[in-house]
């Protein structure tokens, strides 16, 4: 398998938070197709001009030095669907004996399809990024098929992996209520994951002038959203 496309843009050595049950390393993908107003990922997702490449073999090389302290690779972004060498990265690091998450906006169901069926990845977590209309334009800045947001759902939900939905709050972009309408979106999925807004380093710069997503707002919103999904979960 060809991993001669996969450029990688960042490194986190281990995380207990990325993959919640699991020690894990990062590696970050450029590239995005969406523009979320709020995203954290400025270096990269134009196509990484402005961050410093790690040479894959390097990263692997470190992958396989840290088995037995680390048990997964989580793969994210940007929006790792992107790259067509993301299958064979993923399988170089199954074959080390490393799970692996991938991080995806949705958007590219048919890779989901593909890598699931070909045992390439242990999870996904998907975010959702606000109610399946026309809102969601307003937080991604981008024009998103929505059948291919509801298609990546029912492919995860149908699905015999670990996976989570996520979706980014603050009380400018939505209300609880439209918190709810998501979690009415991924009715009977297992584990749905709430994370606060924070204003610092955003694509779009005005955003920095808001204040975090207050705790109570994210208590409010997980209080409606649990009548619909099996595990409703705030990362602090």
Request: one cysteine or more; glycine letters at 8%.
């Amino acid at each position: 398998m060809r991993t001669d496309t996969v450029e990688i843009k960042g490194l986190i050595e281990a995380s207990l938070i990325e993959w919640p049950g699991r020690i894990a390393a990062v590696v970050f993908l450029p590239g995005c197709n969406l523009r979320c107003r709020y995203c954290h990922a400025r270096d990269i997702i134009s196509g990484g001009g402005a961050a410093e490449s790690i040479p894959l073999e390097r990263v692997l090389e470190f992958a396989e030095g840290k088995k037995g302290w680390i048990d997964g690779v989580v793969i994210s972004g940007g929006e790792p669907t992107l790259d067509p060498g993301l299958p064979a990265l993923a399988g170089r690091i199954k074959a080390m004996g490393l799970a692996v998450k991938v991080d995806t906006n949705g958007t590219r169901p048919a890779v989901l399809q593909r890598m699931i069926a070909g045992g390439l990845i242990d999870a996904v977590s998907m975010d959702v990024k606000a109610p399946l209309d026309y809102r969601y334009f307003q937080v991604t800045r981008a024009v998103v098929n929505l059948d291919d947001i509801r298609r990546s759902i029912g492919i995860l939900m149908r699905s015999e992996i670990e996976y989570e939905f996520r979706t980014t709050v603050s009380p400018f972009l939505m209300s609880a209520l439209d918190v709810s309408e998501i979690a009415q979106s991924i009715e009977g999925a297992r584990r749905y994951t709430l994370q606060p807004f924070n204003p610092h380093t955003c694509l779009d710069r005005s955003l920095e002038q808001h204040p975090p997503c207050p705790i109570s707002f994210l208590e409010d919103a997980a209080r409606l959203a649990k009548g619909f999904v099996g595990k409703v979960s705030i990362r602090r």
